[in-house]
């Protein structure tokens, strides 16, 4: 097997599992709790697919995941929870461009698209990856739906910019992009690239959401809860964490890249938000080194 097509099949079950553990939270037995992603259970096998109305079942995941990566399936939850309301106050606001940055078996575009028929979404992705979510699509719905835009681009050898030829795209118009769980497997100069195209090439007013983690997280220098054991297990599945910035730093990060920082959501902040279930009670922790960036260009 060559170097690209291990990648390749890391990302396809990097993706595959973000998908299943938003499948398991989106059948959460209390609806404070659970998200809204319903139809991430429809990219695993049937085997593999969240029970409907079996609470037992979704506790096992939830534990079982939990205890061999203290935070992570309610970090995915509260991430998950977390970008729709975001984006959900993007499309109120009048954003009607939309771009997924490495989508995967991102959801959002099939799930917003009903309500908002006249966004326009934007999918960015490895050919391979969109070409299998694309026929899965397919078999879901019958047929491509007509407000999604699929661009296939692999971000090592093209640049972003390839997305400003995208049929439909307009470049004149504020863009939200999200861009979700991949910042920290980048190197700083990929990230730099990312966002100089964001601030730089596109509508001012545009913004952008992402997730990252400190600096100490991903030198092993800092102690968070659960921080240990997702080191060693990314690291051990061949994607070691390469990029973080300094807690405390994310405003003039930004600021200095031609950005305004609108909100920074981390461990309490998700958890108060978003897992306190309908008695008042907070439901579990999230990983101590998430943080989550909202951003608007200047």
């Known amino acids: 097997m060559t170097d690209y097509a291990k990648s390749l099949e890391k990302l396809k079950t990097s993706a595959l599992g973000a998908a299943m553990t938003r499948a398991f939270a989106a059948q959460e037995p209390d609806a404070g709790i659970r998200n809204g992603d319903s139809l991430a259970r429809e990219f695993l096998d049937p085997a593999a697919r969240p029970p409907k109305n079996d609470p037992d079942k979704i506790a096992a995941f939830r534990e079982q995941l939990e205890g061999a990566l203290p935070g992570a399936y309610h970090f995915q939850n509260a991430r998950t929870k977390h970008i729709d309301t ?81 049929p439909g795209f307009d470049r004149s118009r504020p863009t939200f992009f999200n861009w979700e769980g991949v910042s920290y497997y980048l190197t700083a100069e990929g990230v730099e690239a990312t966002l100089a195209f964001v601030a730089n090439q596109c509508a001012a007013d545009s913004k952008i959401l992402f997730d990252y983690m400190p600096s100490a997280m991903v030198e092993g220098t800092g102690a968070y809860y659960g921080g240990a054991e997702s080191r060693d297990y990314m690291a051990k599945f061949g994607e070691p964490l390469l990029f973080g910035i300094e807690d405390d730093a994310i405003d003039d990060f930004l600021q200095a890249r031609g950005f305004r920082l609108e909100s920074c959501f981390g461990p309490d902040d998700l958890e108060n938000a978003y897992l306190i279930t309908g008695e008042g009670e907070r439901y579990g922790r999230v990983s101590g080194y998430v943080r989550i960036a909202e951003a608007r260009v200047l």
């Open 86 to 166: 975001r984006l959900e106050k993007a499309l109120a606001d009048g954003f009607r461009q939309v771009v997924m940055l490495g989508a995967g078996f991102d959801t959002r575009a099939y799930r917003f698209g009903e309500s908002a028929p006249d966004v326009r979404f934007f999918e960015v992705d490895l050919p391979e990856l969109q070409a299998e979510k694309k026929a899965k699509i397919t078999d879901i719905f019958g047929s491509l739906p007509t407000n999604v835009v699929y661009m296939p681009l692999d971000f090592n050898k093209e640049p972003l910019s390839r997305l400003l030829d995208a």
